[in-house]
C-alpha cells in the first residue's frame, strides 16, 4: 500500500504506459501520470509543509474536512489533494481492454434497475460527460442514500468531500484526451468503455468500509 498521508508519493499506474492502447495513448498516459499527476502530488506536499498537525492525515481525511483546514492553505490542499485523489482513482478504474468489457454482479444489477441496460446508462453517462463545462469529471458514485448516481465534478472537487462513494469516473480535463482525439470528447468517452475495470468497480460498490 503506498504511503497515504504526508510526504504524499506518485503511486505509479497500476499498468504500463502502453496498457490502454489503442484507446488511451501512451503519451497521454505518460503525460498525464508522470507530469499532471506528479505536480499535484508535488504541490500538495508543499502546501502542507509547515503544517505538522496535518501532516498525519489521510488524503481522505483532508479533503473531508476541508473546514478546519488552516484558511491561508485551504485552497491549496482541496485543489491538490483532489487532484492527487481523483487521479488515483481515475487510473485504478481502467485496465488494459478486453472484448466485451461490461459491467456484472451487484453492479450490473443496479445499472439495469435504474438505467434500464447498460446500454441506455451508457447514454445518459455520454450525454452528462459532454455536458461537463470546462475542466471535470463524471463520476458514477453511491450517494449519501446508498443508491447510484451520476455525478459532475468541476476542476478538482471530488465526490468524497461530499461522503459520496465512487464507483468509476472519467477525467474530461483537455489533458485527458487532446493530444489522440483533439476536441472530439465525445469519441473519448466512446472508447473510455473499452477500458473500464469493471471488477475494480465491483469492488468499489460492495465495499463497506472504504474511506
Ligand atoms: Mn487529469
Redo the contacts with the bound molecule.
Keep these: 500500500m503506498p504511503k497515504n498521508y504526508y510526504r504524499f508519493e506518485l503511486v505509479p499506474l497500476p499498468y504500463d504506459y502502453s496498457a490502454l492502447e489503442p484507446y488511451i495513448d501512451t503519451e497521454t498516459m505518460q503525460l ?1 501520470h508522470d507530469k ?2 506528479g505536480a499535484y502530488v508535488d504541490k500538495l506536499n508543499a502546501a502542507l509543509e509547515g503544517y505538522p498537525r496535518l501532516q498525519s492525515l489521510s488524503l481522505e481525511q483532508l479533503l473531508q474536512n476541508q473546514r478546519m483546514l488552516p484558511p491561508v492553505v485551504r485552497r491549496d490542499i482541496v485543489n491538490n489533494g483532489g ?1 492527487v485523489y ?2 488515483n482513482f ?1 487510473f485504478e478504474v481502467l485496465r488494459p481492454p478486453i472484448e466485451n468489457n461490461r459491467p456484472f454482479g451487484q453492479l450490473e444489477f443496479n445499472i439495469d434497475r435504474i438505467y434500464g441496460t447498460f446500454e441506455e446508462f451508457k447514454e445518459r453517462f455520454k450525454e452528462m460527460a459532454l455536458d461537463v463545462f470546462g475542466s471535470g469529471y463524471l463520476w458514477l458514485v453511491l450517494n449519501r442514500r446508498g443508491v447510484l448516481e451520476l455525478m459532475p465534478t468541476a476542476n478538482q472537487d471530488t465526490p468524497i468531500a461530499y461522503r459520496y462513494k465512487p464507483i468509476i469516473t472519467i ?1 474530461v ?1 483537455e ?2 484526451y487532446y493530444l489522440k482525439y483533439q476536441n472530439r470528447r465525445g469519441e473519448y468517452i466512446d472508447n473510455y468503455w473499452n477500458v473500464v475495470n469493471w471488477q475494480k468497480a465491483e469492488e468499489n460498490l460492495v465495499q463497506t468500509d472504504r474511506k
Aim: charge should be negative; proline fraction near 0%.
Design positions: 498525464h499532471h499527476l487532484g481523483n487521479h481515475f477525467d480535463w489533458h485527458a
